[in-house]
């Protein structure tokens, strides 16, 4: 992949590379990702529709889930990697089984839930968070395999445009399109205000442990908000040379590390406490990121962040490191990163899979 020019910080390359194509051989253009809870799956929403779900162990598709209507929102449930699907007239859920020793999704349906379009979507363990366009939130809660039940509307709040789950699922964290980032308990009690900004909140990703959110706004800053009583604004991330980023700001490295931003084509990963960025992701100016995800690491399993792009490109990339310096090579899990001075020209090498 060519390197862009100039480029004021370090750059590093992705270790694996995907490409997303339909039956005809044509590109398709990612539209989200998702990691499971385990970080051994990954659910990709493309423009054909259909989920495409990746195993990370051995970075292959391993499942195409088609769907009758629009896919609204998704997430996994699990940490056996089943999958919730929100559509316009109710939702489904896939679930990962084995069969003659072949591992299969089955779905099965759940209709009369009404979450209307476009519902704005949050996710916990045994909770589920939805707001429809009028702006009634409510919150479902589902066991197993079961349909969400017993549904409890907390509120109506018109122009809800994001939320998380913080405190264990006990309480939501929001923002709406005209710029009040509020506070709410998930068992029930009124809506509070935390802060009102000037410009529409677009996303907000939550570091539980920490007490942290990362809200971001319509024209293409961050801020890094602690959720305690009387704190607020910690840090902002807007460099002058970012274009306004298509994905919103999200923690990595277990919230040491932020992704947001992209200049020229690359996305930037930057320091949270310093709020300076560290290093690029090498990316074609001509292929825009479309969405990201990050992955933490678990049970001894290492961490990676994810992208998708418009052209179907799907990139593997090294966490960042304990230190927030850029990742190097690790022989334990073959994550790779190379570091170039921008004038080089370097294409992307596919490591082999674990």
Known sequence: MTRPRDFRWPLVDGYQVAQMRNLHGQAQTIKSIAISLSGDYVAVHCSDEKIHMWSTATRQEVAKLAHA????????????????????????????????????????????????PQPVFARTEGRLATANKAGELTVWTYHGTGAP?????????????????????????????????????????????????????????????????????ADGHAVLFNLQPGAGVERTYAPEEASRSSFGALFAAGGKAVVYGTSQGCALVWDTLKAQVVYGMNNSEDDPITCAAAFDGHDGKPGYILTGSKSGQIVWWAQPSC??????????????????ASSKKRTVKKEPAT
């Open 69 to 116: 209507m629009p896919v609204e929102r998704f997430a996994f449930t699990d940490e056996r990697g089943s999958l919730l699907v929100l559509h316009e007239q109710g939702g489904l859920r896939w679930e990962k089984v084995w069969k003659h020793n072949v591992m299969k999704w089955l779905k099965s349906k759940f209709s009369g839930w009404d979450f209307g």
């Open 149 to 217: 039940q017993r549904p409890q509307r907390l509120f109506v709040r018109p122009s809800i445009s994001a939320m998380q789950f913080v405190e264990d699922g006990e309480a939501l964290v929001g923002g709406t399109s005209d710029g009040l980032l509020w506070y709410a308990r998930s068992a029930g009690g009124s809506l509070r205000s935390l802060q009102v900004f000037d410009q529409a909140i677009t996303s907000i990703d939550v570091d539980n442990e920490a007490g942290r959110a990362l809200v971001s706004f």
């Open 323 to 340: 230190a927030l310096s850029v990742p190097v090579v690790s022989s334990e899990t073959n994550f790779v990163s190379r570091v170039a």
